[in-house]
């Protein structure tokens, strides 16, 4: 192994701006810490000051957690009380407090269902199981702690829709040896036997099933679709199974599989068959509405035709053009000093490695070159497509988002969210409310016609 301590300290920065972007670029909005006075009348009404962590992507990721109390996946004040505790840029500090707090909700949701309050158990359930999801994000895949955080998010999920009474099927896609979790959900006001619409979710990178219900699928579900959120090799939800299956840029695979499932369902009805894709979904959507004419309708958030370029691009450098010396290995991660890459960063590298299959920081870039969608593609996406995006997510993203527009050959239809609307960050994840309204309104309107 060579001597990290000896590179470069140009290296280094590159280094470290790789590790941050690893998931998409980072917002920082207003979000909480430590502490702060009163102001200068003396006057406090109460402990909680909302701050920003100085981290950039730990801001986010808090953010990404507040933005989920619109539907009921947190709570502001919890959030806030959580930052107070949590060291900026300490992935294990964000691990052990979003741990406590999802134990200590799920506890509370327990002993509230034991006494019959089946409504307050659903809804501790389900900030319980987003805590988990919190928790899990910043545990490493190569530890065992990052499948049992999962798991017991699943299982909070699980107890908040019973709890709620809601009609949840779990679901096994068919994938070899290694079937692929999902969840099914038929519309509330479905009646047995009668074909309805369909609507198929997929996250992304580090989204759950869980997090897709809590954003989009039960806004889907109040509006009478049926549901189906899925998740294919390398997502996080596969990973809880299979810790060491990686991405494929073939997901269309995926898709066919989800495709066989809801259309052999009795309750579907063939003409209303949408699918949306979040974050790196945006990619894993487009290759499956590009392969498979038996989706209806396609909502894109973002449309990501080439993950190689849209990774580098957040980069700055193109890691798979390092000169074979300066490459970081798997291996070497844990020697890399902390003033060249904080503990947290070497986190994200590191998952980034394992879950695209990849040894080393220039093979793992190598390998994102496989994951692209082609013009030819592209023009066999004929059904109607909306195409969103975060006016904030940065120029390859949204010249990404430009690029699909003009390719495909179906109907058109393009969001792009503003800081105005407080939505511009990657995904909307500080108004998902919002970008719940326009992805729905748009599909209502396009199976209405």
């Not at 006057?43 to 933005?67: K, P, T």
Request: glycine share 10%.
């Amino acid at each position: 192994m060579k001597p990290i301590h000896d590179t470069g300290l140009p290296r280094r920065s590159f280094l470290a701006s790789a590790a941050t972007v690893v998931m998409a670029p980072a917002v920082t909005h207003c979000s909480a810490s430590a502490k702060d006075s009163g102001g200068d009348s003396g006057l406090e009404r109460g402990q909680l000051r909302v701050r920003g962590f100085a981290d950039a992507e730990m801001d986010f990721q808090l953010i990404r957690q507040i933005g989920s109390a619109r539907h009921g996946g947190a709570s502001l004040g919890e959030c806030l009380a959580l930052a107070q505790r949590i060291t900026n840029a300490d992935p294990a500090s964000w691990v052990a407090e979003f741990s406590q707090a999802a134990a200590r909700q799920e506890a509370d949701a327990l002993a509230r269902a034991q006494r019959g309050h089946a409504l307050s158990a659903h809804e501790q359930y389900l900030v319980a199981c987003n805590s988990w999801r919190a928790a899990e994000y910043y545990a490493s895949i190569a530890e065992p702690e990052h499948r049992r955080l999962g798991l017991q998010s699943r299982a909070c999920f699980a107890a908040a829709m019973q709890a709620g009474g809601l009609d949840m099927e779990v679901v096994n896609l068919p994938w070899g040896d290694t079937p692929l979790p999902g969840y099914y959900f038929r519309a509330p006001d479905g009646r047995p036997g009668a074909r309805g619409r369909t609507l198929m979710l997929i996250s992304g990178y580090d989204g759950t099933l869980e997090e897709t219900w809590i954003a989009y699928g039960r806004a889907a579900l109040a509006r009478g679709y049926h549901l189906l959120l899925m998740a294919g090799p390398g997502q996080m939800d596969t990973l809880r199974f299979y810790p060491t299956m990686s991405f494929i840029p073939d997901y269309e695979r995926v898709g066919r599989a989800a495709l066989d499932y809801v259309l052999a369902r009795p309750e579907t009805d063939a003409r209303h068959v949408a699918l949306m894709g979040i974050s790196y979904g945006g990619y894993f959507a487009t290759r499956m509405a590009a392969f498979d004419a038996r989706i209806t309708a396609l909502i894109a958030n973002s449309p990501i035709v080439d993950l190689h370029n849209y990774m580098v691009s957040f980069v700055g450098f193109d890691p798979a053009r390092m000169p074979p010396e300066d490459d970081i290995q798997l291996a070497d991660i844990d020697h890399i000093p902390p003033d060249a890459m904080p503990l947290e960063q070497r986190e994200m590298l590191r998952n980034l490695m394992l879950r695209m299959g990849g040894t080393g920081f220039r093979s793992t870039y190598e390998r994102l070159r496989d994951f692209q969608v082609d013009d030819a593609a592209l023009a066999r996406i004929r059904c109607p497509a909306l195409a969103l995006v975060g006016s904030g997510e940065g120029k390859e993203p949204l010249a990404q988002h430009a690029h699909f527009l003009g390719r495909v050959s179906g109907p058109t239809a393009s969001h792009v969210f503003t800081l105005e609307e407080g939505a511009e960050g990657h995904c909307q994840t500080a108004n998902l409310g919002y970008s719940a309204a326009v992805s729905m309104d748009w599909l209502d309107e396009v199976f209405a016609g």
